[in-house]
């Protein structure tokens, strides 16, 4: 059992954090200097639980309904073909800017800007879209934000409450404005209100359709590690909100969904954590 526990371990720190993870999070969590935020605070909490496997998942889910967001990621991300190593490096981004020093936070900050400022393109209709768009980077913050607080809430360990709610959403606005966005929410009431008005923009695109199923059908994982994130993917769909099912094609079982699915994603999470305990590389997974 100890083997499988390790070996299970090793394969997720991989794919989530890449082949060169260790020493990223040796960096990041080791290097002294001051932080952003507080290692106690609601940001660091939530985004330092398994949670977030499931959180990333549906964030990525409901992303594709914006047509100029999805259209940006078809014609300039890797995914068909490095959807670990995409992975790898969005949650890099959130382990640096959550627990690395001021200075690292600030460079990947940079970094990711110059990226969105050379990501444009043409929608089928000849309008043209911008990755750099204030937007449309509110629009991929709000589905983060949102995502990671509704998987810590059911499948975090210690789920936020009362005005650590607020806090973990203000929390993410810092970074985000630094990123662009114009505004962002700073309350749990602003973010419903944000979503809310991105709805009439949301859509399942061919190209949507197309990135749901390759997230979905095809992991590129070793076989034990199939079956694990065959239910981090249903723990994921079962928090995306009804009316995505159809426009994505996803399931709606509601009472699986909160019966069964909802036990197998605590499973599956706490699988993780418990696989993460071991060493060091396994448990600065949590963080990477």
């Known amino acids: 059992m100890r083997a499988v526990r390790e070996r299970l371990g090793q394969q997720l720190f991989l794919r989530v954090a890449g082949p060169d993870g ?23 909490r939530v985004h330092g639980d398994a949670a977030m496997f499931i959180g990333g998942i549906r ?18 991300s890797g ?16 382990a640096v800017t959550t627990f690395g020093t001021v200075e690292d936070a600030e460079q990947s900050v940079a970094i990711v800007r110059a990226i969105h400022d050379r990501v444009t393109g043409t929608m089928p209709d000849g309008s043209t879209y911008s990755a750099s768009d204030p937007h449309l980077l509110g629009w991929v913050h709000a589905a983060e934000v949102d995502s990671f607080l509704r998987a810590h809430d059911v499948y975090g360990v210690e789920p936020l409450v009362g005005a650590e709610r607020d806090t973990y959403v203000a ?14 929410p700073t309350t749990e009431a602003e973010l419903a209100e944000v979503l809310a008005a991105y709805r009439p923009e949301l859509r399942g695109t061919p190209e949507a359709r197309e990135a749901v199923a390759y997230l979905v059908l095809h992991p590129d994982l070793p076989l034990l ?29 509601p009472v699986s969904e909160r019966t069964v699915v909802r036990v197998l994603g605590g499973l ?18 949590r963080k990477a």
């Open 22 to 44: 260790a020493a990223h999070a040796q960096r990041i969590h080791g290097t002294p200097g001051p932080r952003w935020f507080e290692p106690d605070s609601p940001i660091a």
């Open 59 to 76: 964030a990525v889910l409901l992303q594709t309904l914006h047509p100029a967001a999805m259209r940006g990621v078809a014609e300039h």
């Open 79 to 94: 995914y068909r073909g490095d959807m670990w190593g995409r992975l790898a490096r969005t949650s890099r981004f959130i």
């Open 171 to 184: 929390q993410s606005a810092e970074i985000a404005a630094r990123l662009g966005v114009v505004d962002p």
């Open 225 to 253: 590690a199939r079956a694990p994130y065959g239910v981090l993917i249903a723990a994921a769909v079962g928090l995306m909100p009804r009316w995505t099912r159809r426009p994505l094609r996803l399931p709606w079982l």
């Open 268 to 285: 599956a999470t706490g699988t993780i954590r418990w696989a993460m305990t071991p060493g060091r590389d396994e448990r600065v997974l």
